[in-house]
Structures are given as C-alpha cells and as structure tokens.
Antibody, heavy 122, light 112 residues
C-alpha cells in the first residue's frame, strides 16, 4: 500500500527558505501516470495547492506562489521535495504531500501524507 | 485563481441526506469534469471521496455521491452517520494555459 511521509524543520525564520521532503514507500515514485503534489493548510483556513512534479522533473506551480516555489524529485531515493523561499508568517501552515493522478486520470490527490506543521517565526 | 466557494457548515441528523455545494467559474468547474472531493478529519490525512465529478474510488461508501451543474459541483451524503462528521473540500482543475488546481473553502459537516 502506497504511503507518503513528510519531513523537515518545524520552525523557519522569516525571510529564510522552507525545505520539506516527501518520502514514498510501498511503491515507486517513477510511475507514468502519477505526479507528486504539495498542498498546505494555514491554521483555521482551507487547503491550498502549492505545486506538483512528474518523475521526469516536469513541474507546475500555483501562480500565486510560483516566484518562491521549487519542487524537485529524487527517483533514486523515492522522494520529492519542496522549497519555499522568502517565507513570512503567512506561510505558517500544515504542509501535506500527496500522490496526484494525471489529468487524463482525473487529477485527484490520493493518498496523502499525515502532514507536517511548519511555523515561520523568529 | 480564487478558491472555490463552499458553505462554511452543513448539519444533519443521523440517517438524513445532506448536500454540500462547491461554486466556481467557467474557468474551472464550468469547463472541466475534473472535480474531486476530500474528507478531512482533523489530525488525519485527507481522504479522496469522489473524483471526476461523480466517480467513487474503491472502498468509499456508496452513500457518497457527486454531481455538477454549470459552475457548481455538489457532494451528497445520504444516510448520514456519526463518522461522516468532518471537514469536506472540493477541488477542481482550472484554466487551460497552465496546469492549475484550486481547492474549495471547506465545509464543516456536523451530525446532530
């Protein structure tokens, strides 16, 4: 059964770069029909899609975050990673990674990791 | 892209049916049958309940159903049960120039 697990620092200083990794187990990240996606949920707010990556390295990002986001993949480690630069308190959130199907298969997210909380504070 | 609009809360008694709406625009829900719904119990991973407007993944109860009309998608939960109490989010593919996904504002379902 495919499982995803987020990891990374829980506290990041303002103006610095947030870095998270999603480790995939129970299956290969190099699947022709799936992407790896990042989604976040600020405290008391709804979900926000951050961006997604195909195992070949093709990425697409939320236009509102595009200038600060980089998503990469390491197929040898079965991982994909998120970097968000110049963070502010508004980036404080619970960050999730999820497998995402291709548009041809519906573009849905499943399964999801448990989420990892990130606080931006000095 | 703006978030899709959902009611903040919906409630119902056990056994009843409830419907959660998800309103977007012609650029997202109105143009694509790529709407999915997620159930989220706080502290747990969100769970896919519906994809491609009305398709249930294997293992999801047939009490959950989806539909779409114009720019609005809907999730109906029939035979409401206590374990259905959770937050629900819709999500849609949006636009055609770049690949973009937008989530709804979320709906808290309360079982009375």
């Amino acid at each position: 059964q495919l499982q995803l697990q987020e990891s990374g620092p829980g506290l990041v200083k303002p103006s610095e770069t947030l870095s998270l990794t999603c480790t995939v187990s129970g299956g290969s990240i190099s699947s022709s029909s799936y992407y790896g996606g990042w989604i976040r949920q600020p405290p008391g707010k709804g979900l926000e899609w951050i961006g997604s990556i195909y195992y070949s390295g093709y990425t697409y990002y939320n236009p509102s975050l595009k200038s600060r986001v980089t998503i990469s993949v390491d197929t040898s480690k079965n991982q994909f990673s998120l970097k968000l630069s110049s963070v502010t308190a508004a980036d404080t959130a619970l960050y999730y990674c999820a497998r995402q199907s291709s548009i041809q298969k519906g573009g849905w997210f499943d399964p999801w990791g448990q989420g990892t909380p990130v606080t931006v504070s000095s | 892209q703006s978030a899709l609009t959902q009611p903040a809360s919906v409630s119902g008694s056990p056994g009843q049916s409830i419907t959660i709406s998800c309103t977007g625009t012609k650029n997202d829900i109105g143009s694509y049958n790529l709407v999915s719904w997620y159930q989220h119990h706080p502290g747990k991973a969100p769970k896919l309940m519906i994809y491609e407007v009305n398709t249930r993944p294997s293992g999801v109860s047939n009490r959950f159903s989806g539909s779409k009309s114009g720019n609005t998608a809907s999730l109906t939960i029939s035979g409401l049960q206590a374990e259905d109490e959770a937050d629900y989010y819709c999500c849609s593919y949006a636009d055609g120039t770049t690949l973009v996904y937008v989530f709804g504002t979320g709906t808290k379902v309360t079982v009375l």
